[in-house]
């Protein structure tokens, strides 16, 4: 039978096998008929065959993102929305691009500036309303911090949010002074709760969306998992609007709280195509690290009078989690603290427990720190531990602070989970992390170390990756987190051909820091090219 596609290469990454090897691609259609011998190659030609040498460059599985926010990052890839305050060594320097921003497109209804880390400012400086407004007296000005948990907010845009100090929070999310007024930050779901100011028209946002389609795949990303918190609006509308212009498989996971269990039927029935499905629900329970809303089981070295606490109550999480696996519906957590990751571990053990298992997984996502007995636990009840490579470099130097030298061998622990033989998933989070190119995530993986080299040797070297490992849970280990592992995550005979070209093998790399040089030449989906360089 004749292929639509012969691609060749003396360097072939199945997913399956450990090492490249050589080879030649064949597709026909929408699915990979096989990866065979180059001696077979006139078994599957004709006339109308493309038949493309990549030489020694390398073929793969089409890298799946199985864990970032679509909604935001459609919006936040659009310069007219926001401007990346990342670059920023000062807090001066914060002020400046915001203004600049506000000055370039004064139709923008609130000046927003993203990325915000006051880890990286010469000095520390965590905004208020009252300092924001020395800078942005009259009109909405908000501040997203880097963790997507945290917003800082000026008096314009407090009350434009229609956020007062006698607002109900019931999960603690809006900060106040000694004397109950607010101070202008937000964090968590009150966080979500002010950033609807920002909302865009639809047609504004088909743009952003077409923008984000075309960067995912010219860095190689064929499938991506969508999880609440996703922007301001629910954007899967907008996704099926546009259903037949996707060029990157979304698989999108609503909030959990709020989701009513009798829309399960009609979800899955309208969003249930290879290339945009319905695929679980999701919620966090814990916060982040940072600014000690990580839920622990002991209290924070540097701030003893906390452990952190939950973002939303937990015994509601684990009544919605009981109610979707009574429904036969998978769900994902945002866990960081290891007392939210053991609450979470024991609701899906109770839940198998009650109602059986689901044939579908699971997932648990970032899992920043750990208890070292649950470790094992993963593995045990089948649940994907969807970890970050990208997100531990942010606390090279700075956990120990937080945590102390003991806990602080526990945190993002990838080979002690995976050599339990539980699957790992990974994703950028993006636009947690502003970028989303897989070759930061594999080079961190295999090396732990920041884009700079930083530190030397990797920070808890033990537990890095072998670079087999980090591509293949690039590729599989996301088609295993979506359950999507019977048509994607391999090059395999019947599966969907989502594949990228790399313009080098990165088997023959020596140093590391180069792996962050290479560069797609083509991605496909589908059997379709959507990116060539």
Not at 25 to 51: H, N, Q, R, S
Not at 248 to 274: G, Q, V
Not at 343 to 355: H, N, R, S, T
């Amino acid at each position: 039978m004749a292929a639509t596609y012969l691609l060749k290469s003396k360097n072939i990454f199945d997913s399956v096998k450990d090492k490249p090897y050589p080879g030649i691609v064949v597709i026909e259609g929408k699915k990979i008929t096989g990866v065979y011998p180059e001696e077979d190659l006139d078994k599957y030609v004709d006339a109308d065959t493309k038949v493309i040498d990549y030489g020694e460059k390398m073929i793969l599985p089409g890298f799946i993102d199985s864990h970032m926010h679509a909604g935001w990052a459609m919006d936040f890839v659009d310069e007219t929305f926001c401007v990346d305050l990342g670059p920023a060594r000062s807090f001066e320097e914060c002020m400046e691009l915001m203004k600049e921003f506000g000055e370039k497109n004064p139709d923008c209804q609130v000046i927003f500036g993203v990325n915000f880390n006051f880890f990286n400012l010469d000095e520390y400086i965590v905004p208020t309303n009252k300092l924001l407004d020395q800078y942005f007296p009259d009109k909405p000005a908000m501040i997203m911090t880097w963790d997507v948990h945290t917003y800082y907010a000026n008096t314009a845009a407090i009350n434009a949010a229609g956020f007062t100090k006698d607002t109900p929070d019931p999960n603690g999310g809006i900060e106040k002074d000694e004397n109950g007024e607010l101070t202008g930050c937000f964090n968590d779901t009150a966080a979500f709760a002010i950033g609807k100011i920002t909302e865009r028209e639809p047609e504004k946002r088909k743009a952003s969306l077409r923008v984000f389609m075309n960067k995912l795949n010219s860095v190689g990303v064929t499938s991506i998992g969508d999880v609440y918190p996703c922007g301001n609006n629910k954007p899967y509308g907008l996704f099926k609007s546009m259903e037949d212009e996707l060029t990157t498989r979304i698989h999108f996971y609503p909030e959990l709280l709020t989701f009513d269990m009798k829309d399960l039927d009609e979800y899955k029935n309208t969003y249930n195509s290879d290339v945009l499905q319905f695929a679980g629900l999701k919620n966090l329970i814990d916060g982040v690290l940072t600014v000690w809303t990580a839920w622990m089981l002991e209290p924070y070295t540097n701030k003893p009078e906390t452990a952190g606490f939950p973002a939303v109550p937990a015994e509601e999480v684990k009544a919605k989690i009981m109610e979707a696996c009574a429904a036969g519906c998978n769900v994902r957590i945002h866990t960081i603290g290891d007392k939210a990751v053991r609450y979470v571990l024991d609701c899906f053990e109770e839940a198998e427990k009650k109602y059986g298992k689901l044939d579908r997984r699971h997932n648990m996502e970032h899992i920043e720190y750990i208890n070292p007995a649950d470790i094992p636990r993963f593995a045990e009840l089948g649940v994907v531990a969807n970890m970050h490579f990208v997100h531990c470099t942010y606390y090279v130097d700075d956990a120990i602070k937080y945590l102390g030298p003991e806990r602080e061998k526990y945190c993002f622990n990838w080979r002690a989970i995976k050599d339990t033989g539980a699957i790992i998933g990974t994703g950028t989070d993006f636009p947690v992390v502003l970028d989303f190119n897989p070759m930061i995530g594999v080079f961190q993986a295999i090396t732990r170390r920041r884009t700079d080299g930083y530190p030397e040797g990797g920070w808890l070297p033990e537990q890095c990756l072998t670079l087999a490992e980090a591509l293949q849970i690039y590729t599989y280990g996301g088609a295993q987190a979506l359950n999507r592992d019977d048509d994607l995550g391999t090059l395999e005979a019947g599966k969907l051909a989502d594949l990228v070209v790399l313009d080098q093998n990165l088997f023959d790399i020596e140093d590391p820091m180069d792996i962050l040089n290479v560069k797609p030449v083509m991605t496909m989906v589908g059997g379709e090219v959507v990116y060539e360089k």
